[in-house]
């Protein structure tokens, strides 16, 4: 599919996807509720088949976070990427995908220990990285830590 | 009571027990949690994190020079293609290409540092499996490759030669002759390599039928590199999305059908030819001119975000690059290929036995510090 | 003095018309002994492994001096060579595997990381600055990574440092 047909198939499930194309691989914003069916619909159906996530990740934008997700399709070599805006920073959920790609799985207990974004669903959230008493969510810019020496 | 406070006996009458974080065979300090039927694996969970060192914390204060260096302590054993990422992902932001010659001198390096990092791999994963003698033949062709990578680079692991628009120096003038030498050796010797281990009853009975993934769990778990071409994904990102070049070099990309430990270790020996012939190929032919292209002292990349992939020895690394225009960047992310490899260790270990778990780990491949950061 | 009477053994020899008799303290024996059969503990954390890896093999073998002994576990070791960062998480279990090291016993910091964090010193929240903050070290091997060489120098370093111990009453070291 071309990425105009992609577009089309996206603003018919949500109407208020935004798209931007200045960068290497088309973007699709979309707001977090609507993820989980848009996701399972971007992996089964057969035009798409969206099969292997390569990316997952969350950036911090201080009013909102950002969950992007990198697509592609082993048999038509397209390549998209999703995001969710999450604006509610102080408690951020989202559903989880890892039903639908197994290797969200580890990416999202990443992106739990570092972002503090909790996944719906999810069938162990627990911290990754860093020990279950850990205080804070590293990755997000307002994290302080006094035993943090800084430049 | 066991080591983290719980029972070491299930309800089931499943025994639990902890291999790492520090055990000679997890390559590091992975800290597996095993459940077990007798010596059957019923359940492995990683623990991860005893190496996690924020380095993409670290790179959010670090300028668009700096940064590169720590990506090198990520994948120590692929640490020339980490920086060529990082150094791809910039010059995609910059919009700039490195030089002819620099380009070249890039696959070569990249292509010595998957030799000398599946020599490594072959080393270990005979020493896993309780031969001793891989170790020292591979890591006599590996010293021959750590001494080119001094002579040019200035350092044997940790190099640091990437910079963005291309090398940080010229090549030694010895380099071509070294290179060529060591090829001839390595050569010479890899036949020594298949006798030696290859086609050993014990080491077949413990690879062969153990560890199986399917190409489709293979892709779902986001497998790559020889753990994914072993069971029939193609998913060389030199072949699928080239880059400095490598369209224009002949090479196959290694696939296997088998999905087992034995194909894994097969797609890995193979593709040492196939580096030895790239290098071959590209060893007389480095193109005159600059070895940098010209950049400001201070790179500032624009406004967005930039996604570079490569293949790295043991698979698809990408650098996500998020820039607000400042001089270092907003955020940065490293896609592991150990990171999703792991995950599907659970998978593949599931009814195997205990023993088999180091078979399995061993021709993963893991580096455990790239999968933490 | 003759290389050929130039002792190995530390001691005093004296001529006797069929031989000779050998004298020395029981301290320079043990200590000869213990130094150079340090057995070291396989505990590498990450990039600096490699370079303890390529100490063990056959261009730097590092079984010249009496470490090849290398073992998996922390009661049959004489020394922990911490090769690679220490992290929060891993530092108890540091620890705890040198508590369970029978005395005595030694420690070698390999690489920037272990001195002082090294290149994780600024920004990171996770790594500790320097291992000396766990446990007591007795020789710090600066680089990143450090060479086989320099590595076998800090060896060394430790096996005179082990020769000038007096090893009755040794006391042990606390962690600052
Ligand atoms: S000192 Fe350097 S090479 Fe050694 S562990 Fe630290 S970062 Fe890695």
New interface residues.
Partial sequence: MTNEEIKLFISAHIPAAIYEE????L?AIIPSEELLPIMKEMRSNRDLNF?????L?C??WKDHLMM?Y?LTS?KH?HTLVIKAKITDVNDPKIETVSGI???A???ER?VYD?FGVTFLNHPDLR?????DDWEGW??RKN?V?E????? | MGLLGEDIVTEDGEFVINMGPQHPSTHGVLHLKIWLDGETIKRVQPHLGYIHRSIEKMSENLSYRNFIFATSRMDYLSAHINNEACALCVEKGLQIEATPRAQVIRILMAELTRLASHQLWWGCTGLDLGAVTPFFYAFREREAIMGIMEETCGARLTMNYMVPGGVMYDIHPNFQNRVKEVMKQVKDNLHEYFEILTGNVIFENRTKGVGYISAEDAISYGCTGPVARASGVSCDIRKWFPYEGYDKVQFDEILDTGGDCYARYMVRMKEMLQSVSIIEQLIDNIPEGDFQAKTKNVIKLPKGEFYQRVETARGELGVFIVSDGAASPYRIKYRSPNFSNLSAIEHMAKGAKIGDLIAIMATLDLVIPDIDR | MDVSEKLIFPGQKHETADGGILITKLDDAINWARANSLWPLVFGTSCCAIEMMSAADAKYDWSRFGFEVARATPRQADLIIVAGTIVMKMAPVLKRLYDQMADPKYVIAMGACTISGGPFFYNTYSVVKGVDHVIPVDVYVPGCPPRPEALLHGMIALQEKIKNETYFGKKTKEAK
């Fill in positions: 200045t960068g290497e691989f973007n099969d292997y996530l390569f990316c990740t950036i911090d992007v990198h082993k070599k790609w197994k290797t799985i580890f990416h990443e570092l911290r990754l990285f860093l020990m590293p990755l994290y830590d035993n943090m020496i800084e430049i």
